[in-house]
């Protein structure tokens, strides 16, 4: 039977690369935040992962197999978490590690049917999610190696490796993480605990068209004023085209940028909330006069614009004819 120990750190691997740099540091501090008890956060990329030979069972993104690699990247001891990096969390993760494993290995979420941004997409797959997963790495012998020489000689396939987790018996998996762990595009505030970020063109470091992009903005200010997002990470990102160029707006309050007042102790928690509030608000507005002028831009080319241009034109005309009263 496992055993905690409150003293130990609680190990979060997340499935990341280079093109999710500034979402993993965020997602890190969503965590930090509001932890009760020590973690421990381990980035997973560039890891050597041998490539499948067909190419219908390789990995879907560099860090698909990642997850695979975690019992042995800890010891093959105790328990660990596997997140994604698109990823924010909202209360203490120390809740899941009073899950008890009892005779399984894995513990996991469950979607029985598809979010509403998932709904008429073939690539979700309703049942177990296991992009948030408990591991009890001391009962799991995972080799990556084996694994990947199991999909060469056909032993299984990639979805029956990714969607059935076919490594485990079906009898030592268990969904008894809470659903509110692994919300998919949707938030109830009190109530989701996790939100997955899992539409990839609207995830709201990319582009300014996620409706939950506030939400995941300010705990993305927040990490940048205090430094877990520095200004190198945005730069970076942006030049790279892995970052919406609007975030650049929030360098102002990167310590970098205000300079010894930094260090200053009339730096004061109130004023750094309203610095957020301030940045994140001016974002949104941002946000939507983009929005507004994309739909205009888009109504100007449509034919009913046109139609209605073309019957208003007499009119201005006669209005600039008529004499000023």
């Known amino acids: 039977m496992e055993k905690q ?38 980035y997973m990329r560039d890891l050597d992962v041998p490539m499948p030979k067909d190419k219908k069972n390789r990995p879907r993104t560099g860090f698909s197999f990642y997850r695979f690699m975690i019992p042995q990247l800890a010891g093959y001891k105790g328990r660990a978490l596997y997140v994604d990096a698109d990823m924010q969390v909202f209360t203490d993760l120390s809740e899941l590690w009073q899950i008890p494993f009892g005779d399984q290995k894995v513990l996991c979420t469950s979607q029985p049917e598809p979010p509403p941004a998932w709904r008429n997409n073939s690539f979700f797959k309703a049942g177990r999610q296991f992009s948030v997963m408990l591991l009890d790495c001391s009962r799991l012998d995972w080799d990556i190696r084996e694994i990947v020489k199991d999909l060469d000689d056909d032993k299984f396939t990639y979805p029956q490796l990714m969607f059935d987790l076919c490594v485990v018996r079906p009898d030592e998996i268990a969904d008894r993480i809470p659903p509110e762990w692994n919300h998919l595009e949707q938030y109830s505030p009190g109530v989701t605990k996790l939100i997955h970020y899992t539409v990839v063109p609207t995830q709201p470091w990319k582009a300014n068209k996620n409706p939950l992009a506030s939400v995941w903005i300010r705990c993305f200010a927040e990490a940048v004023q205090e430094g877990v997002v520095t200004r190198a990470d945005i730069e970076s990102g942006v030049a790279n085209k892995h970052l919406d160029p609007m975030l650049l707006e929030f360098l102002a309050l990167s310590p970098e940028s205000r300079g010894s ?12 909330a309203q610095v957020i509030d301030g940045t994140t608000k001016l974002y949104q507005v941002r946000q939507e006069l983009s929005k507004m002028s994309k739909d205009i831009e888009g109504m100007s080319t449509s034919s009913a614009w046109k139609i209605g241009q073309a019957m208003t034109k007499p009119f201005e005309l006669f209005r600039r004819a008529s004499p000023a009263r």
């Open 5 to 42: 120990n409150d003293l130990e750190p609680m190990r979060v691997f997340v499935g990341t690369d280079d093109s999710q740099t500034v979402a993993t540091k965020v997602l890190e501090h969503s965590i930090k935040k509001f932890a009760s008890r020590p973690v421990e956060v381990v």
């Open 261 to 272: 007042a930094a260090s200053k102790e009339d730096l004061l928690t109130t004023l750094k």
